[in-house]
């Protein structure tokens, strides 16, 4: 049995020796590479870009040293020793080095703080430990009680009882004063400290007393003095108003039934309230003095304005009111012309008030009716004159939301319905003249509100409805009739962009569509009526002209395409030259200079001038056969751009590929619809009966409306509006292409 545990005591003997050799084997190979340069880690690591004394990783930033084991002792669990070892912390700072960081070890912060609060607590300052030291008690002396109290005298007797303190033990024998005693304690001792403390604390609350009864004395002192003065004031501001009741009362007067009694009253009354003004406005509060006023002047202001004609007396009793504008509580008003700048004069006047002043009520009830009567029934807008000089006369009198209501809404309104009524379709007549909208339109200009003359206004401004009448004008204005004057007088108000759109929308399609049809090529008898109509709306002073640009590419699309086909067939038929070249220099001579010399127009030249020398290089025998014709005109509509007019062929190269192509009818329909300034629009859908693609035929720039159909061979099927199912109808019927038609697409 001993045997088996010796040998059993050997066996762990042997196995602990062979552990420990194991972890140092462990150890030694878990050591750094750098240690053994010719280990098969060291030269593989070599290889992978390693270099001794560096970290690990392609930065150099990783670990120096294989990771280190710390071990515990038997049996001990977390945190029975420093889990981290030295090496692991150094490499925690390096690690926050390289991040530009400082790492600081908790626990030796932990360390520090301890030291620091054992310090403190050892010297008693700020520690927990420490006790407050309680303030001493300070006493008063009886002198010091007594100066601090104004005019209180403690007698000197008390002064001694409570002045019984200090380093010595004092008795009190008498009231006639102390006397030292022996160090022993006696009873009586205690009871003059007591009486010396009762003594002590019955004078300071007297004092402190005594000092309250002085400061309400004096407050009581000052409260007389305010009192004294407010009852001299009152008896001043009595006698003041005394005074302007006596004045107030002078104001009264008696009737008046003339016109020179009226004018000697409104005399009298406006002088007796400017002596009231500069006498008497310090001493009364200034609403009271404007509800006074109001009320002196409202009865001869209300028969005055019961026999008022606004357009036949603008000025009426204005002067007088405008002496006492002060006194009645006027405002400074925006003028017309303030009004015209700003957007809204009431968002850059002051604050409203919660009511009217009375002078405002007086207006509103006595002015405004008869004013507004006279504007709605009997002005005529084409004279603006008396209105004019009545606005320009009451506008500093005016409270703003009534010469807001003028302006705004009476005045504007009737101009409206002035220029709605007219007829700009008209040249100027002598028999039944009318007015242009210029002469009565500008006049009003500084006192308009800006958005009335704003192109973006809506459809009920002033400018909207002169815009409609321009458009009108120059959509039905006879292009033989001289040029409107105005359109001319008209300008200064228009923006030059409007201008320029409202001439490529609405002249520029009329003057093609007259030279289309009207201007016929001839060299035999050459009638050029619709050409100098056309030329004459070509005048560089003119705004409302057209440009050269414009109208050379007008001339370009409507005039040479016909001049080239003429001259092709005088060319083929056995001509004389020389009269083709007088023929040739004549038309030149027929053109302004800026015309003759443009760009668009000397190409239709020098055109003109190939055709002539190919013509010449042929021969009479091959002329006529191997002479090319003209190529196809531009296709019409063409689009005026809005710098320079300048026409854009929507298809002019793709006219000259297909020139010898075949002309189908859907091109007859859609020159057709050029022709007639209507769209010819293609839809993304099909007939569901036939199912042909259709297409939408319409006068409106946006598209929609209009007529819808197909084609079906060479005839065209339109659907019929109001009859059978769907959105805009169901039936088709077969049209021409005539003017029922274009009624139908422009929605007639």
């Known amino acids: 049995m001993e045997d088996g545990e010796s040998s059993d005591s050997d066996h762990r003997r042997k196995r602990r020796k062979m552990g420990q050799s194991f972890q140092q084997s462990a150890a030694a190979q878990s050591a750094s590479p750098a240690a053994r340069p010719n280990s098969f880690a060291a030269k593989m690591m070599a290889k992978m870009g390693y270099k001794e004394g560096q970290g690990l990783g392609a930065d150099g930033r990783g670990r120096l040293a294989p990771i280190e084991t710390q071990q515990r002792p038997t049996g001990a669990g977390l945190g029975a020793v420093r889990e981290k070892t030295k090496q692991a912390k150094e490499e925690e700072k390096r690690e926050a080095a390289f991040r530009g960081e400082v790492l600081e070890d908790s626990e030796e912060e932990a360390r520090k703080r301890r030291k620091e609060l054992k310090k403190k607590r050892m010297s008693g300052v700020g520690g927990v430990g420490s006790t407050p030291t309680r303030p001493k008690t300070k006493y008063r002396t009886a002198a010091e009680i007594e100066a601090s109290t104004e005019g209180l005298e403690v007698p000197n007797v008390l002064k001694s009882i409570i002045d019984a303190t200090g380093s010595e ?3 009190l024998t008498s009231t006639a004063g102390l006397m030292s005693t022996p160090n022993t304690m006696v009873a009586g001792e ?59 009362q002078d104001l009264q007067l008696s009737g008046t039934d003339t016109l020179e009694e009226a004018h000697h009253a409104w005399e009298k009354i406006t002088s007796k309230l400017e002596s009231l003004e500069s006498e008497h406005t310090d001493k009364i509060d200034a609403s009271v003095l404007q509800e006074v006023a109001v009320a002196a002047i ?16 603008p000025t009426n009793v204005s002067a007088y009111l405008v002496r006492i504008s002060k006194l009645l509580g006027i405002q400074p008003s925006l003028s017309g012309t303030d009004i015209a700048l700003n957007s809204d004069p009431l968002l850059h006047s002051t604050r409203p008030s919660k009511s009217t002043t009375p002078y405002e009520t007086m207006l509103y009830t006595l002015f405004l009716p008869p004013l507004r009567r006279a504007i709605t029934n009997d002005w005529d807008p084409t004279d603006p004159t008396p209105l004019l000089t009545l606005i320009q006369t009451w506008t500093p009198l005016l409270p703003k939301f009534i010469l807001t ?31 242009s909208p ?12 800006p958005h009335h003359l704003s192109p973006s206004s809506d459809p009920t401004t002033l400018f909207s409805t002169l815009k409609a009448k321009l458009k009108s004008l120059l959509q039905s204005y006879p292009l033989t009739s001289p040029h409107p004057q105005t359109l001319t007088s008209l300008t200064p108000i228009l923006p030059p962009s409007f201008l320029k759109e409202t001439l490529a929308r609405h002249l520029l399609p009329r003057l093609s569509t007259h030279l289309s049809h009207n201007l016929l090529i ?53 001509p004389n030259y020389d009269e083709v070249r007088e023929w040739f220099l004549w038309w030149k001579e027929q053109f302004p200079p800026a015309i003759r010399d443009h760009e668009v127009v000397s190409k239709e030249w020098n ?6 020398s190919l013509a010449l290089d042929l021969g009479p025998e091959r002329v006529v056969a191997e002479l090319p014709p003209p190529a196809a005109g531009p296709v019409r509509p063409f689009n005026v751009s809005g710098n320079g007019g300048q026409r854009q062929p929507a298809r002019a190269a793709a006219a000259e590929k297909l020139e010898d192509e075949p002309v189908t009818f859907r091109s007859i329909i859609e020159t057709w619809c050029a022709e007639h300034s209507l769209l010819f629009i293609p839809l993304r859908e099909a007939d569901p009966g036939s199912g042909l693609p259709l297409f939408r035929i319409t006068a409106s720039a946006s598209g929609k409306g209009g007529v819808v159909g197909f084609l079906r061979g060479d005839v065209l099927w339109v659907r019929e509006k109001g009859r059978g199912k769907g959105k805009e109808g169901g039936a088709f019927r077969p049209v021409g292409l005539d003017e029922g038609l274009a009624g139908m697409a422009e929605g007639r």
């Open 169 to 171: 033990t004092k008795l």
């Open 190 to 248: 205690t009871e003059a400290g007591k009486i010396a403390r009762r003594a002590r604390r019955d004078l300071e609350a007297f004092a402190e007393e005594w000092n309250t009864v002085s400061e309400r004395k004096q407050f009581f002192e000052l409260q007389e003095i305010q009192l004294l003065q407010e009852i001299e004031e009152q008896e001043e501001g009595i006698q003041g108003l005394e005074t302007v009741i006596s004045a107030v």
């Open 298 to 313: 409202h009865p001869l202001f209300k028969k005055a304005m019961q026999n008022w004609e606004p357009l036949g007396d």
């Open 405 to 435: 209501h003028l302006t705004y809404n009476l005045i504007p309104t009737r101009l409206t319905t002035l220029l709605s009524t007219w007829k700009s379709s008209k040249p100027p007549s002598t028999k039944h003249p009318q007015p």
């Open 438 to 449: 210029h002469t009565y339109i500008f006049p009003w200009l500084p006192h308009l509100p």
């Open 522 to 574: 001839d060299p035999s008898n050459q009638d050029l009526t619709p050409l100098t109509e056309v030329l004459g709306w070509l005048s560089p002073q003119a705004p409302w002209s057209l440009s050269t640009t414009t109208t050379a590419h007008l001339l370009a699309a409507e005039l040479f395409p016909k001049w080239h086909h003429v001259l092709h067939l005088w060319l083929t038929n056995s």
């Open 607 to 612: 055109k003109g001038l190939e055709t002539i």
